[in-house]
């Protein structure tokens, strides 16, 4: 049997491949990439087809038919209800299928592919003042074919509905190959138009037989998405049969195309933020503010918020946007709403009428879906439940019925959502991982159902029903409707093969879950994991498939940083939910078996920059750095490494042998042969120069100075606050001006800096009297724990006596800084001098406005560009550069992302392109708009060496222009 079904995947393989242009996979990484969306659910699937177009689609349909495997269409794969995977064919829409076909202002439509992602329509649609009313959390990276699929709606839905309220045309093939053009209307005899004639006279019968049920079986609410919309089929609601088909999780037809209405968008929006003293007070308000027609009526709670700057009093809120034709109309009406809202209960309110405020305030709304996914205990809690809806005037008693519910289950989540409407969503913490837990939330989901049905409402209201909630659907339809979702279903697809087990005759809500064959213990790890209880598994279950990881572009004003490789080459595998997939299954076993030898997950975190954007920027703080390390840790275990790793991994070491004879290796370094040499024997990319090692390091600088008389000689004995000044390997090897120019700023500011103390000797160790310490830095990015922690550990030994309570480590390389912030504590965890090691780090500008906060730096009054570093970004935190930016009159925002350099990845082989392409992402085009008279400003030495390489500026570090402007004043 296994024998022969290997047999039929290598024919359909064959066949496939023969019949389809686009890509065909089989591979056990692409598999293994699509066995999740962002739900609960896992299935695996056969095979990945990526299409060029409808013919595409067509032949795929026709193979998988006659093989009789079922296929599964997806998008940007963020349903969390399960429908975007399966055990067949996937038809991944994203890679080609992506063209806004056409764009009509006049007639405010558009027409799409699949595969088009919103905010590109979105973007397109802007240029002419228009958008698409639909707009999800997911608007960046979600997908149109997607939204139709689910129905999706957002929080815009109170004033432009819901995507079935926007879809005009769809074509679609369905898995007999039948081309369909569903829209509005009907022929001369009252079929649907479109339609070929099987399907003409079977949809036609079907509506004839069910009037009565399809006119009385629908509850009346705005966000009723469950189930068929069977009832847009009637007469007297148009014969809507696009509609109908809106929603249907693509379960009767594959989408090729999609005609889309467009919405006037407003030239000016204000945002109201009204406080109540509950939740339940702003859910008994959200609905008597829809006559005043706001944009939104959002709703978020203090457990949800936390400590937001920019709120009014209250212990939960509602954001309700307005527009206008100028600023001052959108202000108005949000003022007079908020009059309104005060009258009627409200505690508090502001109005926010600054674009970046309003951007910052609605990221913490569109990132709830990421956050909510962890307690305030840091325990997780999941989907399932997300998006039910009650009619808007019923929300507040629902809100009540259901926090008892929650109470009586012992369970907990924080409601947010479109209150406006109804709909709420929520993360709860479902116990998915032991039988008990299991069978409370099926108990749970029963109970709810019901609920919700007793408040007149749906079982979802926006991301569809899929796996979570289908088997509950005789609940809220009855089992005569239900019974006909299945008839249409089997009219459209009767050989069942499109999206088997979702909507109709469904898998029970409690199978297929993705935890289910993950490793019931902890696995052995060196990373001490302190937010996810030690455990490796946990920490990867913490993606959960939002995706914002996959956003093309940072969006506007935003410093984001994730996913630079994702950005550069467009492939899910170098996304941070990717390489969180991947490895799932190399923790599951059972589509990647080869665990952490595994060369799937090595290869997709191969381009992963270890940038530590996700550590921020993600909204469940998954850390893809830290996974690469320990990856690496063990893939190599035992094993021959990579060149670079020994070459760069081990790069402190190198260059402290280096030092002494620096003029002799920089020459070696310039002659071509001797570098293209150098450069193969090491693993280095070719199309990169070799650093300049200085010829003088910092140390020695320093040294030499504290021996020195007169100014040079009083370093070491001026008064002042005693900062300890980290010696880091860049600055100390290859950029000692910065450790100089930040000398000279820290004395000019009062403090008197010194220098750690070297690690006494090995025993036997008899060339060197004392070794330099080191973070750890290029170890842990090589993966190379072990020797990692032997640095780490001498470090705290030597730092341990120095670092005096309030005695901070001043740490010039932001890189260095978050190493030791971050990797030390989480590597040493048992070893509480590293928590206090980590706890004493401050960056250059954190040392001087917390130790030294009424020096006035000098004023230098010019723009600036460049870079915040990507690790500052991370782990750090740039707050106080800013603030010391502005006292300098330093003035202008640094861009986000990555330079693409991260120290040991650009310059490995095989990475140039894509460090080259993760630079022209923001950093390059960053500097090219600035001015002549523009400081570039990049503490990072990776920036410094990036924009060295490939700009037309060098970029300084702030101490180098702080010291350069105290010698300005000075003159």
């Keep these: 049997m296994a024998e022969r079904t290997q047999t039929e995947q290598r024919n359909l393989a064959r066949e496939l491949s023969a019949a389809v242009r686009g890509e065909v996979s089989f591979t056990a990484a692409d598999r293994a990439l699509m066995t999740m969306d962002a739900s609960n659910y896992r299935r695996v699937p056969q095979a990945v087809v990526a299409p060029r177009d409808a013919d595409d689609v ?230 008597t503010l829809l006559v005043r027609r706001p944009l939104t009526v959002e709703g978020m709670a203090a457990d949800l918020v936390g ?249 506007p004003g935003s410093p984001d940083v994730m996913c630079p490789s994702f950005r550069a080459t467009g492939e899910e595998q170098h996304s941070t939910r990717g390489r969180a997939r991947l490895l799932h299954e190399m923790l599951a076993g059972e589509v990647l078996t080869d665990g952490w030898r595994s060369t799937e997950v090595r290869d997709a975190l191969d381009l992963c920059l270890s940038c530590k954007g996700c550590r921020s920027d993600c909204p469940v703080g998954v850390d893809m750095a830290t996974y690469k390390a320990e990856f690496l840790h063990h893939h190599y275990e035992g094993r021959l490494r990579p060149a670079a790793h020994y070459a760069l991994g081990r790069l402190p070491q190198w260059l402290r042998l280096a030092a002494p004879v620096a003029p002799v290796l920089n020459a070696l370094s310039r002659a071509p042969l001797a570098a293209t040499l150098a450069g193969r024997l090491a693993g280095l990319t070719p199309e990169r120069p070799l650093p300049t090692l200085a010829t003088q390091t910092f140390t020695r600088w320093w040294w030499q100075r504290r021996r020195g008389e007169g100014t040079a000689g009083s370093a070491g004995s001026a008064p002042g606050r005693t900062v300890v000044l980290w010696p880091d390997t860049f600055t100390n090897h290859l950029a000692p001006q910065v450790g100089r120019a930040a000398v000279q700023v820290l004395e000019a500011a009062g403090l008197r800096p010194l220098l ?41 030994d030597a730092l341990s006596p120095v670092l005096r309570p309030g005695r901070p480590l001043v740490v010039l390389e932001p890189s260095c800084a978050a190493a030791l912030r971050t990797d030390l504590p989480e590597l040493l965890p048992d070893d509480p001098r590293a928590a206090h090691l980590a706890s004493a780090v401050r960056t250059f500008a954190e040392t001087l406005e917390q130790y030294a906060p009424t020096w006035q730096p000098p004023r230098l009054d010019r723009p600036v560009a460049g870079q915040t570093h990507c690790h500052q970004h991370a782990v750090l935190g740039d707050a106080a550069d800013r603030r010391l930016r502005d006292r300098a009159g330093l003035t202008g925002p ?43 400003l990049a503490d990072g030495f990776s920036c410094r060496t990036q924009l060295q390489q490939l700009g037309d500026r060098p970029g300084r570090h702030l101490a180098e222009v702080l010291a350069e402007g105290l010698g300005d004043e000075a003159g």
Aim: some cysteine.
């Design 58 to 287: 067509a032949a795929a349909l026709r193979v998988c038919r006659e093989h009789g495997v079922p296929v599964v269409p997806r998008g940007g794969g963020t349903s969390i209800a399960g429908q975007a995977t399966g055990v067949g064919v996937v038809l991944d829409f994203t890679r080609h299928m992506r063209r806004i076909v056409s764009l009509d202002p006049a007639a405010r439509t558009a027409v799409v592919q699949p595969g088009v992602v919103l905010d590109d329509l979105r973007a397109a649609a802007g240029a002419h003042g228009l958008t698409f009313g639909p707009d999800p959390s997911t608007h960046s990276r979600c997908t149109l074919g997607g939204m139709i699929g689910n129905n999706a709606c957002g929080s815009h839905s109170v004033a432009w509905g819901t995507t079935a309220d926007n879809v005009r045309e769809l074509a679609l093939l369905t898995y007999g190959g039948e081309g369909v053009r569903a829209g509005r209307g009907t022929d001369a005899t009252g079929a649907p138009t479109g339609l070929p004639p099987r399907l003409r006279d079977g949809v036609k019968a079907l509506v004839d037989r069910e009037l009565a049920l399809l006119r009385t079986g629908y509850p009346d609410l705005p966000r009723r998405i469950s189930g068929y919309a069977l009832d847009a089929l009637l007469p007297e609601r148009g014969t809507d049969l696009a509609r109908a088909l809106t929603g249907s999780e693509g379960t009767l037809g594959v989408l090729t195309e999609a005609t889309v209405r467009l919405v006037e968008t407003p030239a000016a929006r204000a945002l109201a933020v009204l406080g109540y003293p509950d939740e339940s007070a702003a859910a008994e308000a959200a609905h």
């Design 756 to 796: 750690p103390p070297t690690a006494p000797p090995r025993p036997g160790f008899r060339l060197r009297r004392h070794r330099p310490l080191c973070c750890g830095l290029t170890y842990v990015s090589t993966g190379q724990l072990d020797r990692a922690r032997q640095v780490m550990r001498r470090t705290v």
């Design 307 to 555: 400590d937001a700057a920019g709120l009014p009093r209250g212990g939960a809120w509602l954001f309700v946007e307005t527009g206008g034709a100028s600023p001052a109309e959108a202000a108005a009406r949000a003022e007079e709403l908020c009059r309104a809202a005060a009258a009627d209960g409200s505690t508090d309110h502001t109005v926010v009428t600054d674009p970046a405020g309003q951007r910052t305030l609605w990221r913490i709304r569109e990132d709830a879906s990421g956050t909510a996914t962890r307690m305030p205990d840091g325990s997780e809690a999941w989907p399932g439940w997300e998006d039910c809806a009650v009619p808007p005037d019923r929300l507040g008693p629902y809100l009540q019925d259901f926090r008892a519910l929650l109470a009586q289950h012992g369970l907990r989540g924080t409601p947010y959502g479109h209150f406006g409407d109804g709909c709420i969503h929520i993360r709860i913490d479902f116990d998915l991982l032991t039988p008990p837990g299991i069978r409370r939330f099926r108990a749970f989901s029963h109970d709810l159902a019901g609920l919700v049905v007793a408040h007149g409402g749906s079982l979802s209201g926006e991301h569809g029903d899929g796996q979570a909630r289908a088997e509950l659907l005789p609940k809220m339809y009855g089992p005569e409707l239900v019974g006909l979702f299945g008839d249409f279903k089997t009219l459209w697809d009767p050989a069942a093969g499109l999206n088997p087990g979702m909507l109709v005759r469904p898998a029970r809500l409690d199978d297929n879950l993705r935890f289910a064959p993950l490793p019931r213990k902890p696995v052995p790890v060196a990373f001490g994991y302190p937010h996810d209880g030690g455990d490796f598994t946990a920490a990867v279950r913490r993606c959960v498939g939002v995706a914002k990881c996959r956003n093309a572009a940072s969006a």
């Design 894 to 936: 640094l861009s986000g992302g990555c330079c693409g350099l991260a120290g040991n990845f650009g310059y490995e082989r095989g990475h140039y392109e894509v460090s080259v392409a993760c630079a022209e992402d923001q950093l390059l085009p960053a500097v090219r708009r600035a001015t002549p008279d523009t400081e570039i």
